[in-house]
């Protein structure tokens, strides 16, 4: 099947200092990514849709400034998450859309994030 | 009201049972329909797709009833390896097309 990377996998870092998490697809072109964040013991929940040369569309409550996402090719999007705090400590996932189906969106594996 | 709303959970059962799970969902718009089963701090990974007609995949039989918005999964002859967090999801359309949103996941843990 399709493969959805994501880098880092698990990352630690200082409070104030910003991360980026990078989402690629592996074996085909992905016009739409999506990022998710999970906090323990709750469901994933949608941050943003991100296309492939046009800005992100954030859902309601998430800061844009915050969380910057870059999709700027086919393959590979960004997020940037700006001055990280220990509430930012998360699970982010990525999904990509095969742009060549209809509705079908693989996952990266995850990126664990714990701001200290 | 919650968008995807699921069995509060959770659910402990011995090895060879029959469980089922019920979700239903809100937005009488949305367009397809999934089960995902995410293992603890891993990714989700898509069980199967939801149809009207209803689709089963071996041990996995899936139901989809648009007029109630009621989504349903029967895992039957259970086994250990099923023990994960089942996640009811659904596409939407239109403005919004591809969005998936979660429910808030039923865990399942079965037991020798």
């Known amino acids: 099947g399709a493969v959805v990377s994501q880098h880092p996998s698990r990352v630690i870092c200082k409070s104030g200092t910003s991360v980026k998490i990078e989402c690629r697809s592996l074996?085909?072109?992905?016009?739409?990514m999506f990022w998710y964040r999970q906090f323990p013991k709750q469901s994933l929940m949608l941050m943003a849709t991100?296309?492939?040369?046009?800005?992100?569309?954030?859902e309601q409550g998430v800061e844009k400034d915050k969380f910057l996402i870059n999709h700027a090719s086919l393959t590979l999007s960004t997020l940037t998450v700006t001055s990280a705090h220990p509430e930012d400590s998360s699970f982010y996932i990525c999904?990509?859309?095969?742009?060549?189906?209809?509705?079908?969106?693989?996952f990266g594996p995850g990126t664990r994030l714990t701001v200290l | 009201r919650k968008e995807v709303e699921q069995d509060p959970g959770p659910f402990n059962v011995p090895e060879g049972a029959t469980v089922a799970f019920n979700c239903t969902y809100s937005?009488?718009?949305?367009?397809?329909f999934f089960w995902y089963r995410q293992d603890c701090r891993k990714e989700p990974k898509l069980l199967m797709s939801?149809?009207?007609s209803g689709n089963e995949d071996g041990r996995f039989t899936a139901q989809l009833n648009r007029a109630s918005q009621y989504i349903s999964l029967l895992i039957r002859d259970s086994k250990l390896s099923d023990s994960a967090t089942y996640l009811c999801?659904?596409?939407?359309?239109?403005?919004?097309?591809?969005?998936?949103?979660f429910g808030q996941g039923t865990i399942l843990t079965v037991h020798p």
């Open positions: 991100s296309n492939e040369g046009s800005k992100a569309t954030y």
């Open positions: 939801v149809y009207s």
């Open positions: 074996d085909f072109q992905a016009t739409t």
């Open positions: 999904s990509a859309r095969d742009a060549g189906s209809t509705d079908t969106q693989y």
């Open positions: 999801v659904v596409s939407s359309g239109g403005t919004s097309y591809g969005k998936l949103t």
């Open positions: 937005n009488s718009a949305s367009q397809s």
